[in-house]
């Protein structure tokens, strides 16, 4: 078969397997070339879809996927517990960490880190939370918001001053900090794909997230007794089990993923775009929890505009990586393998012709079973 979008000689599919185009009518499926109903690491979602899951653990199949948010689910129904119970310095300690774990394991999970766990967490996980203590620790000394008992809820008014410090220049210097760790691993040359980048990223981002909490908290958590009776803490908590992590760790990730296209020499306006998306929503949220919080808005409205910030910073990083898996998974040399979303048996060059995932988001166990095919078979070989 001739796909009609890179003209190569391919395997019948229903995607090309070259190049990832969807070989329907264009009536269809729309382009069929962008295919932007078929995301590329994860093809049963739209890539505008903000999918917390598929968005920041991209090489996770279907099932995985599941055992992940069934995980995350019962460790955000651990806080609801502890926090039910009075328990609330244990509440904010599983918040501080549920997150940045269930990333680790991730990381785990798909071997992104190959054959060099320790330096690739050392430079990712580790650097994030090194330079988390530094800047949080800076920034304290040189801001203290919270003095009176080491509360955080106890907001200390509204002032122009503080309102641009916490809403803008804290946000702006953590997101060019913050990729610091990924940008100086030592072994990069052997992570070349934009998919690695983005994970290595988020990496960092959520080892400051936690360093953050932790230190931010730190008086909290000292001075609140064990047990106290539940307050208004349950909006917080959410905020720093779920939405705090989330940003901190796709703002990172948007930003490593740039960095990577750059060093591919496919630095261009999508990606300039993501690194000001990046600072952007990191601004929004900062600054929008700020003011709401100042005015004493309702504490549901500020989760929702942080869910809302959140959400455009997770489709705008599937845009990015759909559109750079597209273009870097495109020359991978036909190989006998098992697709990590539909799991039929293929040959397949960089993309599944079956469901058109792209290979390159494969998990590495995956991707090291790759048995190399010199001849471009006929049949896509369809269990
Ligand atoms: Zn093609
Ligand atoms: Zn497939």
């Known amino acids: 078969m001739r796909c009609d979008h890179c003209a ?38 739209h890539v505008i879809q903000p999918s917390v899951f598929t968005t920041l653990f991209p090489h996770l199949g279907q099932h995985k996927i599941h055992e992940f948010r069934w995980a995350f689910i019962v460790g955000l129904a651990g806080i609801l517990v502890l926090y039910l119970a009075g328990l609330i310095t ?33 430079f990712t996980i580790g650097g994030g939370i090194v330079v988390g203590i530094v800047v949080t620790v800076l920034e304290r000394v040189l801001y203290h918001p919270f003095q009176d008992a080491g509360n955080p809820l106890v907001n200390a008014g509204i002032s122009i001053g503080s309102l641009l410090l916490l809403g803008l220049v804290l946000p702006v210097i953590q997101e060019v900090l913050k990729p610091l760790p990924a940008l100086f691993l030592p072994n990069r040359a052997d992570f070349p794909e934009t998919v690695d980048g983005l994970v290595f990223g ?48 796709s703002a990172t990730g ?3 993923a740039t960095l990577w296209r750059y060093r591919r020499g496919r630095l261009g306006g999508r990606e300039i775009g993501g690194v000001a998306m990046a600072v952007i929503a990191h601004v929004a949220f900062s600054l929008g929890t700020q003011l709401m919080n100042d005015t004493s808005v309702n504490a549901l409205f500020v989760l929702a505009w942080q869910a809302v910030v959140v959400g455009a910073l997770l489709i705008y990083i599937r845009y990015v990586l759909h559109h750079a898996l597209l273009e870097e998974a495109a020359h991978m ?17 960089g993309f599944c012709p079956n469901c058109g995932m792209a290979l390159t988001a494969a998990p590495n166990s995956i991707k090291r079973g790759r048995r190399p095919r010199k001849d471009a078979p006929a049949a896509s070989g369809d269990a």
């Open 90 to 122: 244990a509440a904010i300690l599983v918040a501080a960490f549920l997150v940045p774990v269930l990333y680790l394991i991730y990381l785990y999970e798909a071997q992104v880190y190959r054959d060099e766990p320790a330096t690739v967490l050392g």
């Open 333 to 349: 040399g036909y190989a006998e393998t098992i697709c990590a979303n539909c799991h039929m048996h293929i040959v397949a060059s």
């Open 254 to 256: 948007m930003i490593v």
């Open 202 to 249: 988020i990496a960092s981002g959520l080892g400051f997230s936690l360093a953050e909490t932790l230190i931010v908290f730190s008086g909290a958590l000292t001075s609140l007794t064990a047990h106290v009776e539940p307050a208004n803490w349950i909006y917080e908590l959410l905020t720093l089990a779920v939405l705090q992590p989330l940003l901190q760790g």
């Open 8 to 45: 190569h000689d391919v395997p019948d599919g229903v995607f090309c397997t070259r190049c990832g185009a969807h070989q329907g009518t264009s009536e269809e499926i729309g382009n069929a070339k962008t295919r932007e109903q078929r995301y590329a690491a994860h093809p049963a979602e």
